[in-house]
């Protein structure tokens, strides 16, 4: 069956980084976009980045334009976030997706990041 598995969160000082992964099976990873959302606690899920099937066009969510970088390694099956710069606002439950901003249809169980200072 389809599996989506995210590891990498914790806790980080605000300025810090975290890297996210989410090692995926059951489907064809590198036929599928990909994306991470992120969904703090009271509020709705938040689509934060997508990224295409071969690993060449990223798109993001304004609040982590150049913060955030959206990768993928087909062979390994594993999408990744590597998180800079996290501020308190960051923190939430991050999880893979499978699809793009528009239309997702499975999604993993998430990581959790928490920015304290």
């Known amino acids: 069956q389809v599996q989506l598995v995210e590891s990498g969160g914790g806790l980080v000082q605000p300025g810090g980084s975290l890297r996210l992964s989410c090692v995926v099976s059951?489907?064809?990873?590198?036929?599928?976009?990909m994306s991470w959302v992120r969904q703090a606690p009271g509020k709705g899920p938040e689509w934060v980045s997508d990224?295409?099937?071969?690993?060449?066009?990223?798109t993001y969510a304004n609040f982590v334009k150049g913060r955030f970088t959206i990768s993928r390694d087909n062979a390994k099956n594993t999408l990744y976030l590597q998180m800079n710069s996290l501020k308190p606002e960051d923190t939430a439950l991050y999880y893979c997706?499978?699809?793009?901003?528009?239309?997702?249809?499975?999604r993993g169980q998430g990581t959790q990041v928490t920015v304290f200072s």
């Open positions: 997706a499978r699809g793009d901003r528009a239309f997702r249809d499975a």
């Open positions: 059951g489907f064809t990873f590198s036929e599928y976009y």
């Open positions: 990224i295409n099937t071969g690993g060449l066009r990223t």
